[in-house]
């Protein structure tokens, strides 16, 4: 993900074709995440291209059965507004999930926070774990999961307890406003 994030960091400098070509990388991959910030990165709000480029790439994802997240990008400059004011054994981590309302591909956000890495709580959720108290893990995410989205957090990590809890509800909120889908964030 480190590479994905320095790519986006660069996207500026990428000429269209180098764009394109990750994009296209990424639909083969199946990685949503690096689909949808090319794609976002190829729009005409950001560059001039040939329309006819993106909808192919548009085309070939919907082929592989990827749908591109539009609000992705909101999501990502919406998270990057929080700074962290400690340091801890506390992780922040938001989790891409897919289907929601019956749509296709019906996008949300599920955000928490854990004293695990974000990886080893996504494997909870996805796995339904349990423990003698009960479950450990969200319905909703254990039935919509899709992929960890650590451009929006990763930023964030690690956190004191209790700046955790708080930034969990804050963006949660930030990210409703924007108008998207979130559960979570408690």
């Given at each position: 993900m480190h590479t994905l994030k320095t790519a986006l960091q660069s996207f500026s400098s990428w000429t269209n074709e180098r764009v394109e070509k990750q994009a296209y990388e990424a639909a083969r991959k199946g990685d949503i995440e690096a689909l949808s910030y090319c794609?976002?990165?190829l729009s005409p709000k950001h560059r001039n291209i040939d329309l006819t480029a993106w909808l192919n790439i548009t085309e070939f994802?919907?082929?592989r059965k990827l749908?591109?997240?539009?609000w992705l990008e909101?999501?990502?400059e919406t998270t990057h507004?929080?700074?962290p004011k400690t340091t801890g054994k506390h992780n922040l981590y938001i989790i891409l999930l897919s289907g929601l309302h019956g749509k296709t591909p019906g996008y949300g956000l599920y955000i928490g926070e854990t004293s695990k890495s974000p990886e080893a709580r996504f494997?909870?959720?996805t796995q339904g774990t349990r423990n003698r108290k009960g479950p450990l893990f969200s319905r909703i995410v254990y039935k919509y999961h899709k992929c960890l989205l650590p451009t929006l957090y990763s930023h964030l990590n690690p956190l004191s307890r209790k700046e955790a809890k708080e930034l969990e509800?804050?963006?949660a909120e930030a990210l409703r406003l924007e108008g998207i889908h979130v559960y979570g964030g408690h």
């Amino acid at each position: 993900m480190h590479t994905l994030k320095t790519a986006l960091q660069s996207f500026s400098s990428w000429t269209n074709e180098r764009v394109e070509k990750q994009a296209y990388e990424a639909a083969r991959k199946g990685d949503i995440e690096a689909l949808s910030y090319c794609l976002a990165e190829l729009s005409p709000k950001h560059r001039n291209i040939d329309l006819t480029a993106w909808l192919n790439i548009t085309e070939f994802a919907q082929k592989r059965k990827l749908h591109p997240v539009d609000w992705l990008e909101k999501a990502v400059e919406t998270t990057h507004r929080f700074t962290p004011k400690t340091t801890g054994k506390h992780n922040l981590y938001i989790i891409l999930l897919s289907g929601l309302h019956g749509k296709t591909p019906g996008y949300g956000l599920y955000i928490g926070e854990t004293s695990k890495s974000p990886e080893a709580r996504f494997r909870e959720h996805t796995q339904g774990t349990r423990n003698r108290k009960g479950p450990l893990f969200s319905r909703i995410v254990y039935k919509y999961h899709k992929c960890l989205l650590p451009t929006l957090y990763s930023h964030l990590n690690p956190l004191s307890r209790k700046e955790a809890k708080e930034l969990e509800g804050e963006i949660a909120e930030a990210l409703r406003l924007e108008g998207i889908h979130v559960y979570g964030g408690h």
